[in-house]
């Protein structure tokens, strides 16, 4: 069984920093693309940066140039590193990622879509 699991979350102080991680674990051929979402009190969930397994990067316009995701292919691990953090960044994050092993009971190469359960993040404002 494939699972996801970020760790990293906290309170901090605007314009403090946190580093998020996201550990993929079970029986598993590739990691493919992965991502980090958040969402915030009272709002939709929305991406916040994405990373290709050849470590091409995107984010979105309000974390550009404060949040840096990067990864691990050799830990199976993808980390979110926040600087300058804002109340505004307050939500739970969630990491996401696109995955080929065991499912029910065979082995395939098709990547399937993984959730974590959240990790919370709360800036005070």
């Known amino acids: 069984q494939v699972q996801l699991v970020e760790s990293g979350g906290g309170l901090v102080q605007p314009g403090g920093s946190l580093r998020l991680s996201c550990a993929a674990s079970?029986?598993?051929?590739?990691?493919?693309?992965m991502a980090w979402y958040r969402q915030g009190p009272g709002k939709e969930r929305e991406l916040v940066a994405t990373?290709?397994?050849?470590?091409?990067?995107y984010y979105r316009d309000p974390v550009k140039g404060r949040f840096t995701v990067s990864r691990d292919n050799a830990k199976k691990t993808m980390y979110l590193q926040m600087n300058s953090l804002k109340s505004e960044d307050t939500a739970v994050y969630y990491c996401?990622?696109?995955?080929?092993?065991?499912?029910?009971?065979?082995?395939?190469?098709?990547?399937?879509?993984?959730w974590g359960q959240g990790t919370q993040v709360t800036v005070p404002s």
């Open positions: 079970g029986s598993i051929s590739s990691v493919g693309d």
């Open positions: 996401n990622a696109r995955i080929s092993g065991l499912r029910a009971g065979l082995w395939s190469n098709e990547e399937y879509e993984y």
């Open positions: 990373i290709t397994s050849s470590g091409r990067t």
